[in-house]
């Protein structure tokens, strides 16, 4: 018995003192949201950075500006690399997410040696402030980020989060020559697409009748949309976080998580707002019509089609995201292509990447998740811009060290891309869409209502509003009145405040094995539980309502679903499959050594079904010898000038696509001699790593290879790997347990090892042909 006593004592001690603590970080929450406030809520980065260019100063003003991100003590910026962008989401909350902690998009970028840039915002809009306002600046920014870095690799990588994706993604269908790769996190595109289970919040439009009450809210503030609203939507979403789990795991670890959760509620609680045109062009355009997918937006004359996207593409989602499913960042491919053939036709690479359990917030501010995908993704931005055009899947794997080359990849993990189909984006789809026929209705419906409204409501709604009713309303959001609620404003805070530093001088936390904290935690998951089943059972009936007013039994009899976007991308599909055969015929004839490489290349993957990073990083290692060699030769004056690697790879990969027999039949043809067939299997070979297959007399890929060109296949193997041995002795050496600097020294040394004859095996491969085809 005085044992159970002596365990109560303790806990009830520790009970109190956590309380204490807790309403003191609960105090210095509500500090920290007023100093923000006070400082003009600037972007939350924990990098130093330096304005470049303020929106504002433009011939069409905005609330926007671009910043560069200094690198930190000990980091070493290559102004010679590929510069990294990052724009924040402004969906309610303020800037800064990217760049939230030393693991987030920019830390990971800086590491790496990237030239890193933000693009930030102000909490007030410019008057008047359109979303095209927004794209102007955003053009100019990008311009500036490319005139700095004239000798980079190529243009900057973009990267957007959330909102910030769907934008970036608008920009780029008209102005695509302004960015690199583009990485879309967490990032809505097909906004009808999804689940009711995932994500019921795509119902939220059909219950408020579409997007009139946006509108309304807009005229009643003076044209200005108060972003606390969207963020009540989010956290909505999740009942137990909102009310209890957030709170309690605050509690239960205040004495190691008071910074963490501070850091956080500074961003959650900043509010930002949008004009009136801002947010009614958002709901209207995108999350209730659906018309971005479709290519129906126009702004000003601009018609924003997403098949205009040139730049190779990163889409990151999550399982666990019940905002943006994997399903709202990726159908838009299935309705906007069809078919991963006519993405091939049209030169574009898309590269998307699956959580299986991150939430919407951790996309962007997961440390493990910078660590592991916003890492490797970054590392691998040179080797997706060189991806031949199709449809991939990034897989991410604990590197295997024996692996052939595996040094060329340092770090704890290895990449790879297979090749996916527009059938593999169908199956994500656990409804089959089907319910994308009740939101064409709700689409319907929200046109109808935002014509009454405009005509009827929407003048006396003006008059009656205005920018001080506007701040008395923007105070009388309860997101606001609970940061409010305690703080140093409270008659009580001195007295929290002496209680908190007294609880910390004589604090005694308890034993984790005793019963009562036991107690405790299974009544806070019964508690957690509780709140997930009220919000689950709200959820279901807000669907079932839904599907009620707007299905074919309600306003679906009147209102009929318009043409499915599906029907749509299957149309496109079959013209760009007829004319991309056509096309592939003509040229399948055409071409010399490089063409032939790259089409090995091509034909090899196809039946490989993946490539890894490795395999890519040793191709143009490659490439940039041969391209020395060439150089160097005796008839490089006479050569015929290089082509363009992006041309021939699309070249190439159309042909084999929609002629792959007539493109493997042409190839003795293109390879006229037995030295030329030779040399271009050992380099397609070595980048897809299948020496071990052709040196397999009985492998079908030996076989084939005999059959087709009449070469010897161990032949062929032993030159692949005369090709990869130098790189494979120098990267070994060159490894080292340092990331950053292995990474560099082993790929540089690697570089300068297949430049050097020295480094040569035993066994020499013949030389290449010196021709000026032969240097792509």
């Known amino acids: 018995m005085s044992e159970w006593i002596h365990q109560w004592q303790a806990y009830t001690t ?11 970080t609960m105090r210095e929450r509500g500090n920290v949201f007023l100093d923000h406030l006070h400082a003009g809520k600037p972007a939350l980065l924990k990098f130093e950075h330096e304005l470049l260019m303020n929106g504002r100063d433009l011939a069409q003003p905005c609330n926007y500006a671009l910043l560069h991100v200094l690198p930190p003590d000990g980091a070493v910026v290559d102004p010679t690399r590929r510069p990294i962008v990052v724009i924040d989401p402004r969906a309610g909350h303020g800037p800064g997410i990217g760049g939230f902690k030393p693991d987030s998009e920019i830390g990971v970028a800086l590491r790496a040696g990237h030239p890193v ?48 994706g769907w934008a970036v993604a608008a920009l780029a269908a008209v102005r695509s020559d302004l960015m690199g790769p583009i990485v879309l996190n967490g990032a809505p595109l097909s906004y009808w697409a999804g689940s009711p289970e995932q994500n019921p919040m795509r119902y939220a439009g059909g219950a408020l009748g579409g997007a009139w009450l946006s509108a309304l809210s807009a005229d009643l503030c003076g044209d200005r949309f108060d972003g606390a609203h969207l963020v009540s939507n989010f956290e909505n979403l999740n009942l137990a976080n909102t009310w209890w789990d957030k709170y309690y795991h605050l509690y239960a670890n205040v004495d190691t998580e008071r ?117 490797q ?120 405040k002496q209680a908190a530093e007294a609880a910390r001088a004589r604090r005694q936390p308890v034993d984790t094995d005793n019963p009562w904290l036991k107690w405790e935690q299974l009544g806070s998951r019964w508690i957690s539980e509780s709140l997930d089943r009220v919000g689950q059972q709200r959820d279901a009936a807000l669907v079932r ?47 010399g050594f490089a063409d032939a490489v790259c089409r090995l290349l091509l034909a090899g993957l196809a039946h490989r079904g993946v490539v890894q990073r490795r395999g890519l990083i040793l191709g143009q290692m490659l490439a940039d010898s041969h391209r020395r060699m060439a150089a160097d030769a005796e008839d490089a004056v006479a050569a015929a000038p290089n082509e363009d690697w992006a041309t021939l790879l ?55 290879v005999h059959e ?17 041995g130098p790189v494979a002795a120098t990267v070994s050496i060159a490894a080292s347990p340092s990331r950053s600097s292995s990474r560099a020294s082993a790929r540089t040394s690697a570089r300068a090892s297949v430049r050097s004859p020295a480094g040569s095996p035993a066994r020499p491969a013949a030389s290449l042909p010196r021709r000026g085809k032969a240097t792509a």
């Open 14 to 24: 520790d009970a109190w003192q956590r309380a204490v603590l807790t309403l003191d």
């Open 117 to 164: 840039y933000f693009i930030t915002f102000e909490p007030e809009p410019v008057e008047g402030q359109t979303l095209l306002d927004v794209a102007r600046a955003e053009v100019q920014f990008l311009e500036e980020v490319a005139r700095r870095h004239p000798k980079a690799p190529g243009l900057p990588a973009v990267l957007g989060n959330c909102q910030a």
């Open 259 to 375: 910074e963490r959760f501070l850091d956080f509620e500074r961003w959650w609680g900043g509010y930002f707002r949008m004009t009136g045109e801002e947010i009614e062009a958002i709901v209207e355009n995108l999350f209730i019509g659906n018309r971005l997918a479709r290519g129906e937006v126009e702004m000003e004359g601009y018609r924003l089609d997403l098949r205009n996207i040139s730049a190779p593409m990163v889409i990151f989602a999550s399982w666990g995201d019940n905002i943006t499913p994997p399903q709202q960042a990726l159908d838009w491919i299935i309705d906007v292509w069809g078919s991963e053939k006519a993405l091939i036709k049209a030169g574009r690479t898309i590269v998307y990447m699956l959580h299986p359990r991150i939430g919407h917030l951790g996309i962007f501010v997961g440390g493990a998740v910078a660590r592991r995908e916003h890492e």
């Open 377 to 496: 993704i970054v590392d691998t931005l040179e080797q997706i811009a060189a991806l031949p055009p199709g449809l991939y899947e990034m897989k991410i794997e604990v590197r295997d060290p024996d692996a052939p080359l595996a040094a060329l990849e340092t770090g704890e993990y290895s990449v790879s891309f297979e090749t996916r189909s527009v059938d593999d984006l169908r199956a994500l789809n656990p409804e089959c869409r089907r319910d994308e026929a009740l939101f064409s209705t709700i689409a319907q419906v929200s046109e109808a209502n935002m014509r009454r409204y405009r005509q009827w409501l929407q003048p006396t709604v003006r008059a009656l509003g205005s920018k001080a009713l506007g701040e008395w309303l923007r105070w009388q959001h309860p997101l606001r009145l609970q940061h409010l609620a305690l703080s140093d404003l409270h008659p009580m805070a001195p007295w929290l």
């Open 545 to 591: 309502w839904v599907e009620a007013v707007y299905g074919p039994r309600g306003l679906g009899a009147w209102l009929p679903p318009r043409e499915a976007d599906l029907a749509s991308g299957q149309a496109h599909a079959m013209l760009d499959e007829v004319e991309g055969r056509r096309v592939a015929l003509e040229q399948v004839e055409q071409g």
């Open 650 to 704: 699309h070249r190439q990969a159309l042909i084999v696509t929609f002629a792959p027999e007539e493109a493997l039949a042409a190839l003795p043809r293109l390879l006229p001699t037995l030295e030329e067939r030779e040399q271009a299997l050992a380099l397609a070979s070595a980048v897809l790593m299948a020496e071990s297959e052709l040196a397999d007399p009985h492998s079908p890929a030996a076989r084939r």
């Open 708 to 724: 087709l060109l009449h070469v010897d296949p161990a032949r062929v193997a032993d030159l692949a790997l005369a090709l990869t």
